[in-house]
């Protein structure tokens, strides 16, 4: 199977954001097309393979070309407008979420699955050594790309994530129900990534609810539902995580975790 990789010559990535999401990024200002047509590579056949290339992973980076290659599967951007909308007056539970992973300036932080609101806050209230951004829409990734070039971004799923990145001190599953994978197979991958005493923040700002709504809105999307209390302690447990704070609430959904590397 042939695989597509992508050089810094050209813009056809740009072309295939402004495909997606035309009327998005028709938004932004001139000179910022330019920087993203820097940013990105244009397609040519490789044979190369890996498990990153059979699960579209890409990696963004400003200060090297990407070596990650995607699979030939035509890129699809699902509709993630509903993690922006659920920013809507919710600043305080925000600042709550990011207050909850206790992030340091030394701290490695990785972000799955989140809105470009919360990245904004996380980045202007909690400096970090580094900051990993994992979505699966190019075009967020762009987005924050061009807003905050030290903060790296990857395309692919959560457990691919490469680890080059690791150890990583906190987790912010800002949206797990979006996770194609079962709750067990989410820790163990964490268990791999993160450091002794690192915190997994699990978060949803507008709670069960909420989480109801969308995924009926939204079904190729939200996959799952959030854990219940005694579900993520007894999986979180097996996996050397010990639950240290659980809110389940109408407006919000809580979930502190701390690991204990054995």
């Known amino acids: ?33 330019t920087r993203l047509q820097s940013h990105y590579l244009s397609p040519k056949l490789s044979t190369k393979q890996s498990d990153a290339s059979r699960h579209r992973a890409f990696s963004v980076s ?20 509903f993690l922006e909308s659920m920013e809507t007056e919710q600043t305080q539970k925000l600042e709550k979420i990011i207050k909850a992973g206790e992030v340091t300036e030394s701290s490695r932080v990785l ?33 924050v790309k061009e807003k905050y070039d030290k903060v790296k971004c990857w395309q692919g799923e959560f457990i691919y994530v490469p680890e ?21 197979e989410v820790f163990k991958t964490l268990s791999q990534r993160c450091s002794s005493g690192a915190r997994v923040v699990i978060s949803h700002p507008q709670g069960r609810e909420g989480l109801k709504q969308q995924r009926k ?34 407006g919000l959904y809580l979930a502190v975790l701390t690991f204990s590397k054995q």
Not at 7 to 22: E, T
Not at 63 to 78: A, C, I, M, R
Not at 123 to 142: G, K, N, R
């Open 62 to 81: 400003s200060s090297s070309p990407p070596e990650e290659t995607v699979s030939t599967v035509d890129f699809h951007e699902k509709d993630w407008s």
């Open 1 to 33: 199977m042939h695989s597509l990789s992508f050089s810094s010559s050209s813009s056809s990535l740009l072309s295939s954001l402004l495909a997606f999401n035309s009327s998005r990024l028709l938004s932004l200002q001139p000179k910022k097309l």
């Open 217 to 250: 809105e939204f079904p190729d999307v939200v996959v799952s539902d959030l854990p219940d209390e005694s579900t993520l302690k007894s999986v979180a447990k097996k996996h050397s995580f010990e639950l240290t704070q659980f809110v389940d609430e109408q």
């Open 164 to 184: 080059k990145w690791a150890p990583l001190d906190v987790v912010f599953l800002y949206f797990l129900p979006v996770l194609p994978f079962g709750l067990d």
């Open 111 to 143: 972000v799955s699955f989140s809105s470009e609101a919360f990245v904004d806050r996380l980045v202007e209230s909690s400096p970090s050594q580094l900051l990993l951004i994992v979505h699966d829409s190019l075009f967020m990734l762009a987005c």
